[in-house]
């Protein structure tokens, strides 16, 4: 496994990167508002042993260890610019049978990479993403923001992002809760997902209903399927781990089989 810090058209990411199958396609795991590299802990690595596939975890700017970001300031369309990142990044490792796996925001630029990019996109599983705002995700926002200003989450999250937490949380909380971003909707760009559809998500998710789940695998254009998990949040993958883990080999394997 490969881990390093590589520069991507000025963004410098840090990534772990394993290719040793010769023509299997690679996973490629996009972490949430939080996350990190290091917060997948080794569920990529099982996913990826198990299918017999290649994995590509990376840290966004300003997460984990990659470089800080230059401002905490994002516009509505700051997850469709990531996906153009993710893209980049694809070209940059000659990557051209992604299997994007992403959590919460990483699920959301999961399926806008889909729509955009889909000769490189072989297959998505969508783990809790958004595709619109609702009010369940506006509070839970609220109550993560509040639990930054109450409990020892900015020491916890610092063990991940060291210096760069505050300015984390500001970009993402700022812009979840802002008027302008009442508006963001990408349902218009799910007519362009062709490739297979796994969307995940707990049936207890506090930042989401199954809402996002019904309207986005009625809207793709290939095949799709939802995996609803009961008494789970929002962090299926962490929560109900082998769960996670096996329907994921399951649909990977159905893909690539």
Known sequence: MIEEVIDVKGQNLFIKFNNSFE?????????????????????????????????????????????????????????????????????????????????????????IAASKYPEKVKAVICEAGHIFVEDITVKGVEEALSAYNTTNLPQRLEKYHGDKVEIIVKAWTEIWLSDKFRSWN???????????????????????TLDQVERTVSQVAGRSEKFIIPNVEHTPHKESPEIVLNKSIEFINSVIN
């Open 23 to 111: 023509n299997k396609p690679t996973i490629v795991f996009l972490h949430d508002s939080l996350g990190s590299v290091q917060l997948w802990r080794d569920f990529p690595e099982k996913l990826a042993e198990a299918t017999q596939c290649n994995v590509l975890v990376y840290d966004r700017l300003g997460y984990g260890k990659s470089f800080p970001m230059i401002t905490h300031e994002r516009e509505n369309n700051y997850m469709e610019l990531e996906a153009d990142v993710l893209n980049d990044l694809l070209s940059e490792l000659d990557i051209n049978d992604a299997i994007l796996f992403g959590h919460s925001d990483g699920g959301t630029i999961a399926l």
């Open 186 to 208: 990408i349902e218009y760009l799910l007519k362009n997902i062709k490739s297979p559809l796994l969307f995940i998500q707990g049936e207890a998710d506090e930042y989401g």
